[in-house]
């Protein structure tokens, strides 16, 4: 794409999925870009360099890009990719080399923010330094790029809690809550976990004692408000920063739903980590899995790596210089929606046609997953056939003096586990919510010349689901899992 030659751009959370994606686009469809600045959380230059190729470059989703460049690969990349030692959650980024500050003040086109902690219960703490004020300090370093073209933002389109019906492509307002109650505040909000900090570390409490209370307190402040969880109410009140102190700045939104591998590009199939439904496939491939837990009318909300960078491409180039605030949602809810049931009989079939092999050499053999529609079946299910075990467990070891003790914790802790992890996805389990794409649908068609078309490809309509989770997503999960 024309419009990134020669430009700048800075990128933060760059050893996360989506950014590798993004910078190996970039470098792919416009090497003449001049410079790709990576922030990297390093002790110092040479550790940031280390991690960068590490994490980044030398990740075989790179290996498009070393074919075509062969011996020069090396070169080429040390030309286009600077490593910069940072920490958006610290003001100018963490950037303490003020030489280098300066020149990037200078140098800098477009900033490209993507770092996030996603998960979902962190450390209230933790979440409101790189989620919320993250993007504050992502926004004050670009008004202080004296050729600053686009700031884009990477949100989650889970910003809008558990709403139901069709969700807009709408920025917050500052304050701005999803249950009514009155007198949000983001200044008060970073006081009260300083305070709750300060308090556990007054007590004395252990760095697992504090942790863990972080959490929870970071769960409590976000349901009062009317989020689930900790993860979608500190990046939405990075957005409302975002929104209100912009100024002249302009701003592009991006909010994916559920980022899975590569639909096309650079190939097929490319996944690193096992996140949300990826988990689900694992362990129901490994055996570990009987059962899903889900509504028979439920929609995934499921969207390819590429097809959401190539989104954020476009937005990027579109509104350069367009001083206003743009959303998008990107997604496949209202244009190619595909059910959980579709999603439980693909994994079936995969996994029963390609059956895993366990660490002994041996065929794991599914069967077809039970689906429990409400909570309250799942959690019969789970006392019938586990916590009642475990209750007699428990009484046997008590009576053998301990004899079981190593089983007895360990089988608990699984169980705590799992329930754990139902309760944090519970939100999104039953979620009822259809994300409108109204926005993106219009940039689709003002930025994509027929030219272009196979380039820059973010409509979720060209997915076949079967084909895709048979042929390319399955096959990519157990690729990273035996790697």
């Given at each position: 794409?024309?419009?990134?030659?020669?430009?700048?751009?800075?990128i933060?959370?760059?050893?996360?999925?989506?950014?590798?994606i993004?910078?190996?686009?970039?470098?792919?469809?416009?090497p003449?870009?001049?410079?790709?600045?990576?922030?990297?959380?390093?002790?110092?230059?040479?550790?940031?360099?280390?991690?960068?190729?590490?994490?980044?470059?030398?990740?075989?989703?790179?290996?498009?890009?070393?074919?075509?460049?062969g011996?020069?690969?090396?070169?080429?990349?040390?030309?286009?990719?600077?490593?910069v030692?940072?920490?958006?959650?610290?003001e100018?980024?963490?950037?303490?080399?003020?030489?280098l500050?300066?020149?990037?003040?200078?140098?800098?086109?477009?900033?490209?923010?993507?770092?996030?902690?996603?998960?979902?219960?962190?450390?209230?703490?933790?979440?409101?330094?790189i989620?919320?004020m993250?993007?504050?300090?992502?926004?004050?370093?670009?008004?202080?790029?004296?050729?600053?073209?686009?700031?884009?933002?990477?949100?989650?389109?889970?910003?809008?809690?558990?709403?139901s019906?069709?969700?807009?492509?709408?920025?917050?307002?500052?304050?701005?809550?999803?249950?009514?109650?009155?007198g949000?505040?983001?200044?008060?909000?970073?006081?009260?976990?300083?305070e709750?900090?300060n308090?556990?570390?007054?007590?004395?409490?252990?760095?697992?004692?504090?942790?863990?209370?972080?959490?929870?307190?970071?769960?409590?402040?976000?349901?009062?408000?009317?989020w689930?969880?900790?993860?979608?109410f500190?990046?939405?009140?990075?957005?409302?920063?975002?929104?209100?102190?912009?100024?002249?700045?302009?701003?592009?939104?991006?909010?994916?739903?559920?980022?899975?591998?590569?639909?096309?590009?650079?190939?097929?199939?490319?996944?690193?980590?096992?996140?949300?439904?990826?988990?689900?496939?694992?362990?129901?491939?490994k055996?570990?899995?009987?059962?899903?837990?889900?509504?028979?009318?439920?929609?995934?909300?499921?969207?390819?790596?590429?097809?959401?960078?190539?989104?954020?491409?476009?937005a990027m180039?579109?509104?350069?210089?367009?001083?206003?605030?743009?959303?998008?949602?990107?997604?496949?809810?209202?244009?190619?929606?595909?059910?959980?049931?579709?999603?439980?009989?693909?994994?079936?079939?995969?996994?029963?046609?390609?059956?895993?092999?366990?660490?002994?050499?041996?065929?794991?053999?599914?069967?077809?997953?039970?689906?429990?529609?409400?909570?309250?079946?799942?959690?019969?299910?789970?006392?019938?056939?586990?916590?009642?075990?475990?209750?007699g467990?428990q009484?046997?070891?008590?009576?053998l003096?301990?004899y079981?003790?190593?089983?007895?914790?360990?089988?608990?802790?699984?169980?705590?586990?799992?329930?754990?992890?139902?309760?944090?996805?519970?939100?999104?389990?039953?979620?009822?919510g259809?994300?409108?794409?109204?926005?993106?649908?219009?940039?689709?068609?003002?930025?994509t010349?027929?030219?272009?078309?196979?380039?820059y490809?973010?409509?979720?309509?060209?997915?076949d689901?079967?084909?895709?989770?048979?042929?390319?997503?399955?096959?990519?999960?157990?690729?990273?899992?035996?790697?």
């Open positions: 794409m024309e419009s990134l030659e020669n430009k700048s751009i800075l933060t959370g760059s050893t996360g999925f989506l950014a590798k993004f910078v190996e686009k970039v470098l792919r469809i416009q003449n870009v001049k410079k790709l600045y990576l922030v990297v959380r390093a002790e110092d230059i040479k550790s940031a360099k280390q991690r960068l190729h590490d994490e980044v470059i030398g990740k075989d989703l790179f290996r498009v890009l070393k074919e075509k460049y011996t020069n690969f090396n070169s080429f990349i040390s030309n286009k990719v600077t490593p030692v940072g920490d958006i959650s610290c100018n980024l963490g950037v303490k080399d003020s030489d500050k300066e020149q990037l003040w200078k140098e800098v086109d477009i900033i490209v923010n993507i770092a996030a902690t996603v998960n979902f219960d962190e450390r209230y703490d933790v979440a409101l330094g989620n919320t993250g993007a504050k300090h992502v926004l004050d370093f670009a008004k202080n790029c004296v050729k600053h073209e686009m700031l884009l933002h990477v949100s989650t389109a889970y910003v809008c809690g558990e709403k019906g069709l969700i807009l492509e709408k920025p917050f307002k500052m304050g701005e809550t999803l249950n009514g109650i009155l949000l505040d983001i200044q008060t909000e970073l006081k009260l976990a300083k709750k900090r308090e556990l570390q007054a007590k004395q409490a252990t760095k697992e004692e504090e942790s863990t209370a972080m959490k929870e307190y970071g769960m409590q402040r976000a349901r009062f408000y009317g689930p969880n900790t993860y979608s500190t990046k939405a009140m990075g957005e409302m920063l975002l929104g209100d102190l912009r100024e002249n700045v302009p701003l592009a939104i991006i909010r994916p739903t559920i980022i899975t591998s590569t639909y096309k590009e650079p190939f097929p199939g490319w996944v690193e980590g096992v996140r949300t439904i990826d988990s689900l496939a694992v362990g129901y491939g055996g570990k899995l009987t059962c899903f837990l889900g509504d028979y009318d439920l929609i995934l909300d499921l969207i390819p790596g590429d097809m959401v960078v190539n989104a954020m491409i476009a180039v579109t509104h350069a210089n367009q001083p206003n605030e743009f959303v998008y949602q990107v997604g496949s809810s209202l244009g190619n929606p595909i059910k959980c049931t579709t999603f439980r009989d693909l994994a079936y079939r995969y996994f029963s046609k390609n059956p895993w092999i366990d660490k002994d050499g041996k065929r794991v053999i599914v069967t077809r997953p039970i689906l429990f529609t409400t909570a309250a079946s799942f959690q019969r299910y789970m006392a019938v056939r586990y916590l009642l075990p475990l209750k467990l009484v046997v070891n008590a009576a003096c301990n079981f003790r190593h089983t007895y914790s360990s089988t608990n802790r699984k169980i705590k586990f799992v329930l754990r992890l139902v309760e944090l996805y519970m939100p999104y389990i039953f979620f009822k259809i994300f409108d794409d109204a926005n993106l649908q219009k940039l689709r068609t003002t930025v010349k027929p030219s272009e078309a196979n380039q490809y973010f409509d979720p309509k060209i997915i689901w079967e084909d895709y989770f048979m042929n390319v997503h399955f096959p990519g999960i157990v690729r990273y899992v035996f790697k």
